[in-house]
C-alpha cells in the first residue's frame, strides 16, 4: 500500500496517544474505530476523514481542529490559535474547568485584538484617502506655490 501524505498526522497521533498513556488499542476502543485501521493512519497508510478525526480527538482530549490541521483539512492561517487551545486542552494538571475558562479568555482577547486592529486599518485607510484627495486637490488647483515646492 502507498503512503499517502498523512504521515505527520500519524506521528502527530502515535505522540498524543503516547502522552495520554494510552495503548493502540484502547485509543481504537475508546475512538471507536479497529485497531488495524488506527494502526495504518498512524503509520501514514491511511487517511481518515473528519468525523473518524473527530472522534479521535475526542477520545485523546484534544481538539478536533489540531486534527484537522494535522490531516490538511482545516487552513493553515488558523494553526497558532488551533495549537493553542490544543495544548490548553491537553493539559492534564488543570481542570477541564480551569481549560474552559483559559479557552474563553483567550478567545477574548483575540476577538479584542481583532477589533484593535480592524479599528487601526480603518483610521489608516481614512487617513490615506484624506491625504490621496488633498493630493489630488492641491495638484489641480493650479497654484503656483504647491507647484513651486513639488
Known amino acids: ?4 501524505n498523512v504521515g505527520n498526522l500519524g506521528e502527530y497521533l502515535r505522540e ?3 502522552q495520554a498513556q494510552l495503548s493502540l488499542r484502547q485509543l481504537a476502543d475508546a475512538a471507536g474505530v479497529s485497531n488495524p485501521y488506527l494502526s495504518q493512519i498512524e503509520r501514514g497508510l ?3 476523514s473528519a468525523d ?6 475526542k ?12 490531516a490538511g483539512i482545516l487552513d493553515e ?3 497558532d490559535a488551533v495549537e493553542t487551545r490544543a495544548v490548553i486542552l491537553a493539559d492534564p494538571s488543570i481542570s477541564e474547568q480551569q481549560k474552559q475558562v483559559l479557552l474563553q479568555i483567550y478567545a477574548s482577547f483575540r476577538k479584542e485584538n481583532a477589533a484593535e486592529a480592524e479599528a487601526k486599518a480603518e483610521v489608516n485607510a481614512e487617513a490615506k484617502a484624506e491625504a490621496g484627495a ?3 486637490a492641491d495638484g489641480g488647483s ?4 504647491t507647484r513651486r515646492t513639488n
Do not use: W
Not at 500500500?1 to 499517502?4: I, K, P, Q, R, W
Open 16 to 18: 498524543q496517544r503516547r
Open 134 to 136: 488633498e493630493a489630488a
Open 46 to 48: 491511511r487517511k481518515p
Open 77 to 79: 492561517r488558523d494553526r
Open 142 to 145: 493650479g497654484d503656483a506655490e
Open 1 to 4: 500500500m502507498a503512503s499517502l
Open 59 to 70: 477520545a485523546l482530549r484534544i481538539s478536533a481542529e489540531t486534527l484537522y490541521v494535522q
Open 52 to 57: 473518524i478525526l473527530q472522534q479521535l480527538a
